[in-house]
């Protein structure tokens, strides 16, 4: 079954330092990838996106992703975090090829930015 | 870019009552909507998928009597909640595409109370 599995439920980092949130997915061919982030309360943003092409990607706000198809990952970096960052972050993908759109999503994880 | 309005952000509602929750792409034509929703500190569970003038297609164990859907015209779909019950509270997002092009945009949420 086709699957996006986030491993950390919750990571604390400090202000300043760098972060890494890992996504690991399970599917027939490589899957169509995405990191979205969500506020308490609210819906979801779209931080990037992986279709094809080269594998590091970047998105808003400083984050990047790097896709690696010998690790089925598609891990969330930014260098350095600021406080507003704090938030809950989704990996989902869905399906490369025929109609189906469906995103299948991770658990999440939430980050908590200390001062 | 692309914007999805859901309306209302929260409701609180008596049991047995319905519940109509709004979802409209404000500037591209959504050939797709889906419907979540989300439970406290967990991920978003794919309730179903609609295309514009066809039958919702419903996710495994989503009462499709209760969860009535409608994708009317390429710009709103609505999720009527019917004889809500206090299990029924949570939140509920939508999401639009404008088709293969895997635009995935979110609605901003709606937070269901029922009592």
């Known amino acids: 079954a086709q699957s996006v599995t986030q491993p950390d439920i919750h990571i604390t980092v400090s202000e300043g330092a760098s972060l890494e949130l890992r996504c690991n997915y399970s599917?027939?061919?490589?899957?169509?990838l995405f990191w979205y982030v969500q506020s308490p309360g609210q819906g979801l943003q779209l931080l990037l996106k992986?279709?094809?092409?080269?594998?590091l990607v970047q998105g808003i706000k400083g984050f990047e992703a790097e896709f690696k198809r010998s690790q089925s990952s598609f891990n969330l970096r930014k260098p350095s975090v600021h406080w507003s960052d704090a938030a809950e972050y989704f990996c989902a993908a869905t399906g490369s090829g025929g109609s189906n759109y469906k995103l299948t999503f991770g658990k999440g994880t939430l980050l908590t930015v200390n001062p | 870019g692309a914007v999805v309005s859901q309306h209302p952000s929260w409701v609180i509602c008596k049991s047995g009552t319905s519940v109509k929750i709004e979802c409209r792409s404000l500037d591209f034509q959504a050939t797709t909507m889906f419907w979540y929703r989300q439970f406290p500190k967990q991920s978003l569970m794919l309730m179903a998928t609609s295309n514009e003038g066809s039958k919702a297609t419903y996710e495994q164990g989503v009462e499709k009597d209760k969860f009535l859907i409608n994708h009317a015209s390429l710009t709103l779909s609505t999720l009527t909640v019917t004889s809500a019950h206090p299990e029924d509270s949570s939140f509920y997002i939508c999401s639009a595409s404008e088709g293969s092009n895997y635009g995935y945009t979110f609605g901003s949420g709606t937070r269901l109370t029922v009592v």
């Open positions: 992986y279709f094809s092409g080269d594998t």
């Open positions: 599917y027939g061919a490589t899957p169509y």
